[in-house]
């Protein structure tokens, strides 16, 4: 079965600094990771994903992940915060159904604050 | 991507009534899901729901509670029934395009049930 965990419910940078989210995953089978985005008072926007290929993914808004097998991790890093990018971030694992990938398994959520 | 509209965006509840949420997907898609997202919380599934047979439910959600309807392949309604504030929630729907490797979230249906 598959499992996401998210390190830090809450974390806070400096706007500039490097903002760093963790994410873990467990999954009997290759996965497909994605990071979404959620600001106050909105849906869920994608941020990036990982399927196949290149293990660096590059998002929207200056994001980047890498997924490393060997970590069965997927950690989402912006080398310079925004205070645009204080929101709340859901790392999520996909679970095959059907054939394809459609369900999806969510962490519990990081909330990033960015200081002035 | 696929836009994904839901409505009522927000809405305020009288505990024991029902409400059904409505989503409506720019184009055709075979698999819609419903997700729950409580106060503070990560987002749950609560059920698929396939043009043309019956939705499947998660673990520890029912029928009776969270009905759904998918009529076409671009439409579903979910209804929240007779209500309690622990219903008080995000309700969202979502669709996977092209391949399915990319899944879409709408902007969710804030419910508060009072």
């Known amino acids: 079965a598959q499992s996401v965990t998210q390190l830090g419910s809450h974390v806070s940078v400096s706007e500039g600094a490097l903002v760093l989210l963790r994410c873990n995953y467990s999954?009997?089978?290759?996965?497909?990771l994605f990071w979404y985005v959620q600001y106050p008072n909105q849906g869920l926007q994608l941020l990036l994903k990982?399927?196949?290929?290149?293990?660096l993914v590059k998002g929207i808004n200056g994001f980047e992940a890498e997924f490393k097998k060997s970590e069965t991790s997927f950690h989402l890093t912006k080398p310079s915060a925004h205070m645009s990018d204080a929101a709340e971030y859901f790392c999520?694992?996909?679970?095959?159904?059907?054939?394809?990938?459609?369900?999806?398994?969510f962490g519990t959520g990081t909330l990033l604050a960015v200081q002035p | 991507s696929a836009v994904i509209s839901q409505k009522p965006s927000r809405d305020i509840c009288q505990r024991g009534t029902s409400l059904t949420i409505q989503c409506q997907v720019d184009?055709?898609?075979?698999?819609m899901f419903w997700y729950r997202q409580q106060p503070g919380q990560s987002l749950t599934l609560i059920a698929t729901?396939?043009?043309?047979?019956?939705?499947?439910?998660e673990s520890g959600f029912v029928i009776d509670k969270f009905p759904i309807s998918r009529p076409n392949l671009t439409f579903s309604t979910l209804t929240v029934s007779n209500m309690s504030p622990e219903d008080s929630s995000i309700y969202l729907c979502s669709v996977p395009e092209g391949s399915g490797n990319t899944i879409y979230f709408g902007e969710g249906s804030w419910l508060t049930v009072v």
């Open positions: 184009s055709q898609v075979t698999m």
């Open positions: 729901a396939n043009q043309g047979s019956e939705a499947t439910y």
């Open positions: 999954s009997s089978v290759p996965p497909y």
């Open positions: 990982y399927t196949t290929g290149a293990t």
């Open positions: 999520a694992v996909s679970v095959f159904y059907g054939g394809a990938t459609n369900k999806l398994i």
